[in-house]
């Protein structure tokens, strides 16, 4: 006789409870033992169904195959159809797939999530109760696209969403009392923009073709935002290069523009970039780009929508800094940390001893 | 005679498709009707169910109330037990509640989706048909953590995951071909580092709990994340003050590092930051750190963590430059821009002509 098993069923309810070999309640379910290859490996026992009306079997628990369907047979099923079939499985598939982090905490497999909602369900629950037994903190559950399903269970079970990406959804649980201390979720955008000059005098400008009201007809510098896992340096020169075919070499971070509140709640970063010219034909993206073009910078300056804005108005001043070298903007350097193992990049000013005397602190 | 109409059953099917007042496929489906206040505020009419038997009222269907509970008491309900009960309501209610982005995407209103899931499927998939007739091209689709179960009937009906915050998942669908133009989500975590030199040219350090096996016994900077919407410049501070006690003042960044393929695969960017100290007093967290004091700096650097470590040795490098007056860092200016009507942090140094004359372009 086994304890603590699990009937899994497809698709409707999953029984858990003791096994038991004699009638409860005054109700016997027969049950017609049919050949039927089980597919997902499931093996195991039988379980006394949830609404305590005991189920045997008519070879006797010992004897069941654990790759068989069973067949109720009953007619004065309790709840359940006249055609209700059972698959089986075993206590191992009752406890989530998962491997440790180096903080104590717990990563479940995604690749081995149970493939009925109702084992998960059950499982989810059984492994939760076990790791908190053993001192557990925080549960990663990372939910596939295709298994969207099992959201709205892991959510009744006291999970919270963390993060997703278009292909899955990142659920968290945090066991002790007191705050969660998992770390949070990426904050911010970056963005960059490119401060790119000729040796006319003239700034690379751009109309967007999408932009609020009171920048229609206004001419900017190229921005955008940066691709996942690109660098500011490289971002910055294929912002430039996509929006008006110009190549151009990054010589450093100018400034950067921290701002909040933004698109999701979210926080974004802007780098003002200084980029050297390498080609003059423009060829603009037409997708985004109504028109591109050199223009001198007295003209630039003078548009409205820069006068008339501090933040635009002191950005162009600190590049106009930049060209009469009166400025120390933040070169990028890749340096490998022997810490992470990792090669980074560090912006900073080239320092050089008798060249200059900044501001002292 | 009603077209395109939803009778909504609460908790099981949803029939749609047009209401018949004959017989079809030789069913008839004898409608008693119950007196049932709705609660809900549904009206509506009947509907052929989704299997293709007509349903007539026995008092025909013009002459319905709106607001009754209708019960099927047919006994050979092909798939319908005996006891289905029928809610009905209006074609209103099978659009989704939303408004539309000045991008011509759609933004679905979370706090009124239908309360029952086999109305929002099909409203869901209404509504897409509708969008897609009016040429809109994305459509954003917040679902509460409370509203979970309705998460795998948007992935059905085609949307991804765009992002998540602990109380709600955001799903978007891209309705044009080609690639989703939508703006991506966060990709960035930021974090702070805190330089503290005293007049006894000792820097502030801290041993942290939970650190890399190699880092065990080593003394760092004050680190830390910035929280939601944090200013880098408040960040670094309060950071300072919480790990070691420290009242401090910023100066300016004087560094930073950009890093990929970290937590959740995402970026980060490291701020390294000079600030003044206010006071002397140590006291640590302990939840975080093993313990603080003030170095004499020539110590810290000679340490191996510092030495052995391209990045570190850099880091610290820099910021005895900026000690010695020999860079310059960026300082934060409070600016509000008309673009957006914000307050936000520039970061940028403060030029004085006569001061420098920096590396040329």
């Not at 070999?21 to 017609?32: D, E, I, S, T």
């Not at 998960?120 to 298994?147: C, D, H, M, N, T």
Request: glycine content about 8%.
């Amino acid at each position: 006789m086994m304890e603590k098993v699990l009937v899994d069923l497809r698709p409707e309810v999953v029984l858990l409870g003791r096994a038991c070999a004699k009638p409860v309640n005054g109700r016997n379910f027969g049950l017609r033992f049919l050949q039927q290859p089980c597919g997902h490996g499931e093996k195991g026992f039988l379980v006394k169904n949830s609404n305590s009306i005991a189920m045997t079997s008519s070879e006797g628990i010992d004897s069941v195959d654990p790759r068989m369907l069973l067949e109720n047979t009953s007619s004065n099923a309790n709840g359940l159809s006249s055609a209700a079939r059972f698959w089986i499985c075993s206590e191992e598939d009752c406890t989530l797939d998962a491997c440790e982090d180096e903080y104590g905490g717990i990563v479940v497999n995604p690749e081995k999530l149970p493939w009925n909602i109702n084992l998960f369900a059950y499982s989810l629950q059984a492994s939760i109760s076990s790791w908190k037994l053993k001192g557990k903190k925080g549960i990663w559950l990372k939910v596939p696209l295709g298994r969207s399903e099992l959201v709205p269970i892991a959510v009744k079970a006291g999970f919270k969403y963390h993060h997703a990406e278009q292909a899955y959804v990142m659920l968290t649980y945090w066991i002790p009392e007191g705050p969660c201390l998992l770390p949070a979720n990426a904050s911010h955008q970056v963005g960059v923009g490119g401060f790119v000059i000729n040796e006319n005098n003239e700034v690379l400008v751009v109309q967007e073709k999408y932009c609020a009201t009171t920048s229609v007809g206004a001419w900017k510098l190229p921005t955008g935002f940066i691709h996942e896992s690109e660098e500011i340096y490289s971002g910055a020169v294929r912002e430039v290069k996509e929006e008006t075919g110009i190549d151009t070499e990054f010589v450093e971070v100018i400034a950067f523009r921290h701002a909040h509140h933004l698109a999701f709640g979210k926080s974004d970063l802007f780098f003002i970039c200084m980029l050297r010219p390498l080609s003059n034909e423009l060829k603009i993206d037409e997708h985004e780009i109504e028109a591109a073009k050199w223009m001198p910078l007295t003209e630039f300056l003078e548009q409205p929508v820069i006068q008339d804005d501090n933040m635009f108005k002191k950005i162009i001043d600190i590049c106009i800094a930049r060209l009469g070298k009166r400025y120390c903007g933040l070169a990028a350097h890749q340096v490998i940390s022997k810490f992470d193992g990792r090669s980074s990049a560090l912006y900073y000013n080239v320092v050089e001893p008798q060249d200059f005397n900044c501001q002292g602190v």
